[in-house]
């Protein structure tokens, strides 16, 4: 019988996980043990992983959102352990499970994926040290996370989009630069965005790689120079439907490690935490095969 290990957010979604916590803790446990444990604090949930995959523990559930998956995934990458990882949807964007074909508004469904036998190996993107399953951001994304934290009125996808429609005609830009596979670095110069993608979506409804595999041993790094107020709202516009690739400002290559240089060490975000980078380079680079993850559709 597998050992199975469920670590929730009860934070997740606004509040979201909380309500799921019991129907997943009954389901999971009608098919056999199951120990639990809650997380109370940011980043809490990958001392929680490493914890159980340093046990032995054969197979982590998370419920949460992308936050919560990219912690468990980063305490078992700590323990370097093959331990499977299973994801419950409780967050507001959700977009790692969108990656992996799973079923974010059918909890029941999720569930059985958690405790059914198909698996398949999944990529895990580093930018730096900071361990990520969907997509690392610098830019105008980490700006609209951090604004989008203090909205509370809104849900979903709709906290992102208002908060980037609020903000895309002031945001600064930042000045950056990136070398592809060791190709010569282009030369900096003022842009919008740096999206390194595992995934094709991000803030609950952006398709900022509509091509993006989690499971092609490649990431993708979408550059986005900077443009005027009009153009800009035009590219938000067009992100959110997948159309923006063939736009002037936008570039997307596919890549197996990547060097970002900034003139500042810039914040960025991985899987919807933000993260404060202490030098002015990055490097990204994709662990290919990395993780097992309880399989989806896709």
Same mark, same amino acid.
């Given at each position: 019988?597998? &050992?199975?290990?469920? *670590?929730?957010?009860?934070?997740? %979604? ?41 046990? %032995? ?6 419920? $949460?959102? =992308? ?6 995934? &980063? ?6 352990? =093959? ?29 059985? *994926? ?8 999944? /990529?895990? %993107? ?10 690392? #951001? @610098? ?10 934290? !203090?909205?509370?009125?809104? !849900? ?8 980037a429609a609020r903000r895309?005609?002031?945001? +600064? ?6 070398? *592809? /596979?060791?190709?010569? +670095?282009?030369?900096?110069?003022? *842009? ?22 989690? #499971? ?14 009009? !153009? &800009? ?15 002037e400002e936008v570039a ?6 990547? &060097?970002?240089d900034f003139d500042a060490?810039?914040? @960025?975000?991985? /899987? $919807?935490?933000?993260?404060?980078? =202490? ?5 990204? !680079?994709?662990? +290919? ?10």
């Amino acid at each position: 019988m597998t &050992r199975r290990y469920l *670590i929730a957010n009860p934070a997740a %979604g606004r509040g979201r996980g909380a309500r799921l916590i019991g129907p997943v803790r009954e389901r999971l446990a009608a098919c056999g043990p199951c120990e639990a444990a809650l997380s109370t604090r940011s980043g809490h949930e990958r001392e929680l992983a490493r914890a159980a995959a340093a046990s %032995g523990v054969e197979e982590i559930v998370a419920l $949460g959102g =992308d936050g919560t998956w990219s912690n468990v995934a &980063r305490g078992i990458l700590d323990v370097g352990a =093959d331990c499977r990882l299973a994801l419950i949807a409780g967050g507001t964007g959700n977009d790692f499970a969108f990656a992996a074909g799973l079923p974010t508004r059918d909890v029941a469904a999720m569930v059985e *994926i958690a405790i059914g036998p198909t698996e398949r190996r999944i /990529d895990v %993107g580093l930018a730096g040290d900071v361990a990520f399953l969907n997509i690392a #951001s @610098f830019g105008f994304a980490p700006h609209v996370l951090a604004a989008s934290q !203090r909205v509370s009125w809104l !849900r979903g996808h709709a906290v992102y989009l208002v908060t980037a429609a609020r903000r895309i005609a002031s945001y +600064p830009g930042l000045v950056a630069s990136a070398a *592809i /596979d060791g190709e010569t +670095p282009t030369c900096q110069s003022r *842009i919008l965005a740096i999206v390194v993608s595992n995934g094709p979506r991000f803030g609950g409804g952006f398709l900022v790689s509509p091509g993006a595999s989690i #499971s092609d041993g490649v990431l993708e790094v979408v550059t986005v120079r900077d443009a005027s107020a009009l !153009r &800009r709202a035009r590219l938000l516009a067009a992100v959110t439907r997948g159309s923006h690739g063939h736009l002037e400002e936008v570039a997307i290559r596919k890549s197996l490690r990547a &060097r970002l240089d900034f003139d500042a060490p810039p914040l @960025f975000d991985a /899987d $919807g935490d933000l993260f404060q980078a =202490d030098s002015r380079t990055i490097e990204v !680079r994709v662990l +290919p095969s990395r993780l097992r993850l309880a399989a989806g559709i896709r």
